[in-house]
C-alpha cells in the first residue's frame, strides 16, 4: 500500500437539520390551525400517506394565517441552505411552491417518494412524540443497492439507507430528488408534520 493516500469525497446528499427558535409558539398556531383543516376537510388527498390525513396545499395569500408566518420565519434557514449549496440566494427568487400538513395516527406511515420540479423540500416537526416514526432517506443512486457486499461496520460509503430520529420543533430541509419516507408511529398521539418544497424562479 502507498504510503499516500487520498480519499476524494463527491455527491453528498445533504439533510440539514435545524431547532427552530420560539418553536413552541409556532407550534400551538399551527397544530390549531391544522385541526381546523382536517375538520372542514376529514378526507384529504391520498399521496405517500399509508393512513393518516393529507392536507390540500394551504392558503398562503392570507399573510395572518400561522403557516405564512411560520415561512416568513424560516427564511433564513433556506438561505443557510443555499449558502451551504454555493447557490446564489435570490429573495424575489426564491419561490415556496407548495406548503401542506399531515396527521399521522397510530400505525400511520409515508411510504418512499421525491418531490420533482423543485430544488428543495422540508419536513417540519409540529408535534414528534416518542416512538412516533423516523425520518428515512434512501441512496439516490439506484446502482448502488444492485449488489451489495457484506460490511463490517457502517460507513458513509456504504449506507444506502439512514434515518433521522425527529424532535418537535426539527426543520429538515433536503434535496427534493432525495427518496424519503417516514416510518410508522408507534406512539398513541398524532405525528404532526408540514412539508413544503422550493423551488428558484428563472
Known amino acids: 500500500m502507498s504510503d499516500s493516500k487520498k480519499v476524494h469525497k463527491y455527491f453528498a446528499q445533504p439533510i440539514f437539520q435545524y431547532q427552530l427558535e420560539s418553536y413552541e409558539r409556532h407550534n400551538q398556531d399551527l397544530k390549531k390551525y391544522i385541526y381546523n383543516a382536517y375538520n372542514e376537510d376529514p378526507n384529504g388527498l391520498s399521496r405517500s400517506n399509508q393512513g393518516g390525513w393529507h392536507s390540500k396545499p394551504f392558503n398562503l395569500k ?13 427564511q433564513k434557514y433556506v438561505a443557510d441552505v443555499f ?23 397510530k400505525n400511520n406511515f409515508n411510504i418512499e417518494h421525491t418531490h420533482p420540479n423543485n430544488y428543495l423540500s ?27 457486499t457484506a460490511s ?25 430528488y432525495l427518496p424519503h419516507s417516514v416510518g410508522m408511529n408507534l406512539s398513541d398521539e398524532d405525528r404532526i408534520v408540514i412539508s413544503f418544497n422550493v423551488d428558484i424562479l428563472k
Open 62 to 74: 392570507d399573510k395572518s394565517s400561522a403557516p405564512f408566518i411560520f415561512f416568513q420565519s424560516i
Open 83 to 105: 449558502k451551504e449549496y454555493g447557490w446564489l440566494y435570490v429573495p424575489g427568487k426564491v419561490n415556496l411552491t407548495e406548503m401542506w400538513a399531515i396527521i399521522n395516527k
Open 122 to 148: 422540508a419536513a417540519y416537526y409540529v408535534n414528534a412524540p416518542e416512538n412516533c416514526g423516523s425520518f428515512i432517506v434512501t441512496n439516490p443512486n439506484s446502482v448502488s443497492r444492485e449488489r451489495i
Open 152 to 176: 463490517e461496520r457502517k460507513t458513509e460509503f456504504n449506507q444506502n439507507i439512514a434515518q433521522i430520529k425527529p424532535k418537535e420543533g426539527d426543520l429538515l430541509l433536503f434535496p427534493a
